[in-house]
T-cell receptor, first 114, second 114 residues
Framework: EAQVTQNPRYLITVTGKKLTVTCSQN?????MSWYRQDPGLGLRQIYY???????DKGDVPEGYKVSRKEKRNFPLILESPSPNQTSLYFC?????????????FGAGSRLTVL | GQQVMQIPQYQHVQEGEDFTTYCNSS?????IQWYKQRPGGHPVFLIQ?????EVKKQKRLTFQFGEAKKNSSLHITATQTTDVGTYFC??????????????FGQGTILTVHP
């Protein structure tokens, strides 16, 4: 089944404890992206990647890192999480960019930072 | 930068009533997409509009793209409880220097009372 898989789905952590949210897609998509969803703010892009080894900042990149060493994987790293990073995170992928940029989303990862 | 505004933020309707959400962009769009997120779920692609003045229908859902390609609407006729969720529009700026980034609106949360 074509899908985007995120882990963990739920996580409670404490301020400053490094964590990684993994994202993997099995559709051979070139483009991958991370979003955070907060009430009233919609989906805001954190980072995106247009292909292997090519990543760039989205609208809210502060406090996050990403890497794209393989086409299928795009982990989101929080080096030193803070309470304002408590949010619902979505990984998404698409075949390409531009008009073909129809996103397939993962199930989401709900992160709480105490 | 490009902004996509979506109204209303919330809409409560009785089952059988119609529902409309509106999406307005600060810049001309090359295309617009609509996604639906069920409660507790992830955004799922509904449709993409590309042409000025385009109208597309999916059963009880009617999607319109404005003549100036700066606004769009989603209309649901005779809502059902299965329509509950958050509806997002997302647009790609026309002629932008970016790679074809999708900018999401804040979403409209629809609740349907049986």
């Amino acid at each position: 089944e074509a899908q985007v898989t995120q882990n963990p789905r739920y996580l409670i952590t404490v301020t400053g404890k490094k964590l990684t949210v993994t994202c993997s897609q099995n559709m051979n998509h070139e483009y991958m992206s991370w979003y955070r969803q907060d009430p009233g703010l919609g989906l805001r892009q954190i980072y995106y990647s247009m292909n292997v080894e090519v990543t760039d900042k989205g609208d809210v990149p502060e406090g996050y890192k990403v890497s794209r060493k393989e086409k299928r994987n795009f982990p989101l790293i929080l080096e030193s999480p803070s309470p304002n990073q408590t949010s619902l995170y979505f990984c998404a992928s698409s075949l390409s960019t531009g008009v073909a940029n129809v996103l397939t989303f993962g199930a989401g990862s709900r992160l709480t930072v105490l | 930068g490009q902004q996509v505004m979506q109204i209303p933020q919330y809409q409560h309707v009785q089952e059988g009533e119609d529902f409309t959400t509106y999406c307005n962009s600060s810049t001309t769009l090359s295309n617009i997409q609509w996604y639906k997120q069920r409660p507790g779920g992830h955004p799922v692609f509904l449709i993409q509009l590309v042409k000025s003045g385009e109208v597309k229908k999916q059963k009880r859902l009617t999607f319109q793209f404005g003549e100036a390609k700066k606004n769009s609407s989603l209309h649901i006729t005779a809502t059902q409880t299965t329509d509950v969720g958050t509806y997002f529009c997302a647009g790609i700026e026309a002629g932008g220097t970016s790679y074809g980034k999708l900018t999401f609106g804040q979403g409209t949360i629809l609740t349907v009372h049986p």
